[in-house]
T-cell receptor, first 110, second 119 residues
Framework: GEDVEQSLFLSVREGDSSVINCTYT??????LYWYKQEPGAGLQLLTY?????DMKQDQRLTVLLNKKDKHLSLRIADTQTGDSAIYFC??????????FGAGTRLFVKA | GAVVSQHPSRVICKSGTSVKIECRSL??????MFWYRQFPKQSLMLMAT?????????EQGVEKDKFLINHASLTLSTLTVTSAHPEDSSFYICSALRDRVGGNNQPQHFGDGTRLSIL
């Protein structure tokens, strides 16, 4: 079946790098996404990677994809207090359906 | 670009009331929209896929008569929670898929959500 798993909590100090990990099960996934959710708000698309790519970098964000292990990670460089939020990993399967992980709550200590 | 507007952002009403939530794609057309429900500290649960001009596709366990979905135009989908009860209290989020010629692997764009509280 389709499933996305991620750790539930991550705490880092301001200025350090944060790495949020995710695993998925559907080998036919086409796109993998990272969304950010701040309290009481909807989801904001941060970045996404196509399944035939290994890495994508966008300013402070670096996405790594290991398709063999079905492992996706999001690295946030120079983490700031404003980065505190819930980060959802999601995969787009062969059809329109997008499967979300449970979300990783990132807490940044000043 | 790719802005999705969801309205209202918060609703508090009495048990038995029907509540309508609107989801609009402001700068793009969306044949397909999605409605999710999110419980506190949990992930999004897909309730239904809304298709313009046709009936919505509901996920298993979601009552069609309880959660009415109408997708009458390429930029608007509505979710009506009929005869709402306290157990329907939740955070409801919509998302829209931008129409694109030649295939559709676009990411979903989300509204800001509606917090529904039934007293």
């Amino acid at each position: 079946g389709e499933d996305v798993e991620q750790s539930l909590f991550l705490s880092v100090r301001e200025g350090d790098s944060s790495v949020i990990n995710c695993t998925y099960t559907d080998s036919s996934s086409t796109y993998l996404y990272w969304y950010k959710q701040e309290p009481g708000a909807g989801l904001q698309l941060l970045t996404y990677i196509f399944s035939n790519m290994d890495m994508k970098q966008d300013q402070r964000l670096t996405v790594l994809l290991n398709k063999k292990d079905k492992h996706l990670s999001l690295r946030i460089a120079d983490t700031q207090t404003g980065d505190s939020a819930i980060y959802f990993c999601a995969e787009r399967t062969g059809g329109f359906k997008t499967i979300f992980g449970a979300g990783t709550r990132l807490f940044v200590k000043a | 670009g790719a802005v999705v507007s969801q309205h209202p952002s918060r609703v508090i009403c009495k048990s038995g009331t029907s509540v309508k939530i609107e989801c609009r794609s402001l700068d793009f057309q969306a044949t397909t929209m999605f409605w999710y429900r999110q419980f506190p500290k949990q992930s999004l649960m897909l309730m239904a896929t809304s298709n313009e001009g046709s009936k919505a596709t509901y996920e298993q366990g979601v009552e069609k008569d309880k959660f009415l979905i109408n997708h009458a135009s390429l930029t608007l989908s509505t979710l009506t929670v009929t005869s709402a009860h306290p157990e329907d209290s939740s955070f409801y989020i919509c998302s829209a898929l931008r129409d694109r010629v030649g295939g559709n692997n676009q990411p979903q764009h989300f509204g800001d959500g509606t917090r529904l509280s039934i007293l």
